[in-house]
């Protein structure tokens, strides 16, 4: 992961030095991940066009086989500051002003200094692969994520994730945020409650109009919320089902994680772990059994699965669709074709929702949405689990390859998209984020990842988690929320 990681971050400084190096006064950002591929966009006084993508192209190569060195050097903060004034990139200046950090580490390729969130190759040379698109009306750049760097994946379009990125960049417009920078701007101005309410308003009107939705198709039984760990999904469909009330309509919440099957029957991972992220260790048949009966208006009594026995119970947990009764059927498989073969699509509403960040450090470092997540998950066990931000950390590589195999392959067959990131998350997760990392050892496997997060998080003003109010899906992960307690 380091490995690609550190040819992602060369590569793109690559990119970025080829684009100057064509138009002097451009502007690069690096938007957000479709895939294995980054969007961004180039900003000039005339609109990027594929002609002119194929010339950088052909730049990053020439400068690829100059194999040129990349010189990482320490430098004073003021003299950092400086250098970022004279290239006219206000993002980095007004970054590297409100940090507490005395000494930057730039990178420098050929003449063209800049700063990257985490380290990078030696030379450019050491590119194996890499591809470049013109991509609405920007650009997408792939990179090798095998191994060896080698392969750089086929890209394959999301209309509905970029649909969901572009607007969340309408809500930064709303809210007048560009980068961390801006964010930590509004916050020293006194600008802070502003800036919740608005945030939580944003997602209020979300919901509403995926209630909406909803409402205006009578033939609707079933609203089934997936989405990968830590994405809100239980607090979202507590939101969605007051909603749904408001439209008249009377929501029954169903969590998938009540069919699993029972221990002896779940299946393991190759290395010989439970592999509860897998579909198979739902009961399908009994699921879809279930929910055919529930539309045909009959009673059945949902188990709830004992997680510490391991066995589901009967526990008198009977239910009956009412008039205008409504399922709410949440759990990470939610959009899995296997668990609505046997219904009426007509009868079902699919959601899929994540962390989707659009919100980056500057224009050159994005945010990732998977350390959105990391950081929410590391809070929340700490709190609710029991857990320390080690045990979390080592866990994350099994979450992450169950998301890729179960839960992003079907994200676009999402009927809508909700983005459950709020700008100013990271603020009020810092604190705990920041006790628990700095109870990991320096002796940990995952000690370069915990330096990682503590960096990264050094960059975001320090928000009061009181000031979060009780409804917002970031109590699912700082505690304190309405819905329920831990």
């Known amino acids: 992961m380091d490995n690609i990681r550190n040819n992602s ?37 005339d609109p990027l066009t594929a002609e002119e993508v194929n010339d950088i192209k052909k730049e990053i190569q020439k400068l690829i086989d100059k194999n040129y060195p990349i010189k990482r050097i320490k430098v004073k903060r003021e003299d950092a500051i400086k250098i970022f004034q004279n290239y006219g ?19 420098e390729l050929d003449g063209r200094y800049d700063y990257f969130y985490g380290p990078m190759w030696e030379s450019t040379g050491v590119i194996k692969n890499f591809d470049v698109k013109f991509y609405n009306g920007g650009f997408i750049l792939g990179y090798p994520i095998d191994e060896n760097l080698m392969i750089v994946n086929k890209f394959v379009e999301q209309r509905k994730l970029t649909n969901i990125f572009r607007e969340t960049e309408k809500w930064l417009n709303i809210l007048g945020i560009g980068e961390v920078g801006s964010l930590n701007e509004k916050i020293s101005n006194g600008e802070l409650i502003d800036l919740i309410m608005i945030s939580e308003a944003l997602h209020e009107k979300k919901i509403a109009q995926i209630s909406d939705m909803i409402s205006d198709k009578k033939e609707i039984k079933a609203v089934f919320v997936s989405g ?18 408001v439209n008249g309509l009377s929501p029954i919440p169903i969590s998938l994680d ?12 190759e290395d010989g772990e439970y592999d509860f992220e897998s579909v198979k260790s739902i009961d399908v048949k009994f699921f879809k059994n279930q929910m055919k009966e529930l ?31 409504i399922l709410i ?12 073969s046997s219904l009426d699509e007509n009868n079902i509403f699919k959601i899929y929702i994540s962390a989707l960040t ?13 350390d959105v997540r990391r950081v929410r998950r590391i809070v929340r066990d700490s709190l609710s689990r029991g857990k320390n931000a080690e045990e979390t950390l080592l866990m994350w590589p099994s979450i992450k390859k ?26 009020v997760l810092k604190r705990k984020a920041l006790e628990e990392l700095d109870k990991v050892s320096a002796d940990s496997s995952v000690y370069d990842e915990v330096k990682r997060l503590k960096a990264f998080l050094g960059f975001f003003d320090e928000i009061d988690k009181a000031l979060v109010p009780e409804n917002s899906i970031l109590r699912e992960f700082i505690g304190g929320s309405i819905f329920y307690k831990y």
């Open 258 to 269: 009540n069919y699993f099957v029972n221990r002896e029957e779940t299946p393991r991972d």
């Open 89 to 107: 990139m206000e993002d980095k200046v007004k970054l590297l002003q409100q940090t507490s950090f005395q000494v930057v580490t730039l990178y």
């Open 329 to 340: 059927i949440e759990g990470i498989h939610g959009l899995n074709p296997i668990l609505t």
């Open 358 to 370: 659009q919100l980056n450090l500057d224009n050159h470092n994005r945010i990732s949405t998977a």
């Open 9 to 45: 971050r060369t590569l793109q400084f690559i990119f970025i030095k080829a684009v100057l190096d064509l138009y002097k006064d451009a502007t690069v950002t690096m938007e957000h991940s479709i895939g294995k591929w980054v969007f961004g966009e180039i900003h000039k006084k």
């Open 228 to 245: 990968p760990s830590s994405s809100g999904k239980t607090t979202f469909a507590h939101r969605l089902a007051i909603q749904l009330k």
């Open 402 to 427: 169950g998301e890729e195999k179960n839960i992003f392959v079907y994200q676009e067959e999402a009927d809508v998209m909700f983005n459950s990131t709020l700008v100013y998350e990271l603020c």
């Open 295 to 325: 539309f045909e208006g009959k009673e059945v009594e949902i188990p709830i699965f004992n997680f510490l026995t391991g066995y589901r119970e009967k526990l008198g947990n009977k239910v009956k669709m009412p008039k205008n009764g």
